[in-house]
């Protein structure tokens, strides 16, 4: 079991360019989620998937994200016109319905920096 | 409304006793997580509580009290190692799917 991974581990873009995220959720696990994470708070829910069906969002999530997660496995999240307030650490985190009390794991996130 | 306490910050020695708090409020109540953040790394996941009382795991237990909207997360025996952020999340279920709802993170410094 080789755990949730994200790709990129760290990005720097200037303002207006689009960026997009990978994670690759622990295998079989169907749920995945992500989340973001400003310095001194705590992670903040942004969507979450079971299988390839996108269920839930945040209204953090404005028109300029969007997520994806096309055959149940791994998922992408794009920013798009990226802003100086985009700049933070994005986490992903999968579960297995099922699983010990649907236990969310975290990767190790892609942390942004908007120019 | 969905409001998730901890103290912000905490200090102890090596080799001590301390004990993390947690309040919340939530509407859709479904389980409380505990995980541990070190400085620029993911969360990983500690302990998780649904029922009240002690849930004992080794080094990371944690207690719950539903009626009081309380959890607590004792470390013993401090090793340096244990700085690090704690935070205390409620699975809410009130929006018809689990999610998340973290509060804000405990940092523990520990000092020899």
């Known amino acids: 079991d080789t755990g949730v991974s994200q790709d990129p581990r760290h990005k720097i873009t200037k303002r207006g360019q689009n960026v997009t995220f990978r994670c690759d959720p622990i295998?079989?696990?169907?749920?995945l989620y992500w989340y973001r994470q400003t310095l001194g708070q705590g992670p903040e829910f942004l969507t979450y998937?079971?299988?390839?069906?996108?269920?839930?969002k945040s209204r953090l999530l404005s028109d300029r994200f969007s997520a994806e997660r096309p055959k149940g496995s791994f998922s992408t999240l794009e920013i798009q016109r990226t802003e100086q307030g985009d700049s933070a650490m994005y986490l992903c985190?999968?579960?297995?319905?099922?699983?010990?009390?649907?236990?969310?794991?975290f990767g190790p996130g892609t942390r942004l920096t908007v120019l | 409304g969905q409001n998730i306490d901890q103290p912000t910050e905490m200090t102890a020695t090596e080799g001590a006793i301390v004990q993390i708090n947690c309040t919340y409020q939530?509407?859709?109540?479904?389980?409380l997580f505990w995980y541990q953040q070190h400085a620029g790394e993911a969360p990983t996941f500690l302990s998780y509580?649904?029922?009240?009382g002690l849930e004992e795991k080794g080094r990371f237990s944690s207690f719950l009290s539903r009626s009081k909207g309380y959890s607590y997360l004792p470390l013993k025996e401090l090793q340096m190692k244990d700085s690090a952020s704690y935070l205390c999340a409620v699975r809410d279920f009130s929006g018809g799917y689990n999610k998340l709802i973290f509060g804000a993170g405990t940092r523990l410094a520990v000092h020899p």
């Open positions: 295998s079989e696990h169907n749920r």
């Open positions: 509580n649904v029922l009240d």
């Open positions: 939530t509407s859709g109540f479904n389980g």
């Open positions: 998937f079971q299988n390839e069906a996108q269920l839930e």
């Open positions: 985190a999968s579960s297995s319905l099922g699983g010990l009390a649907d236990t969310q794991y």
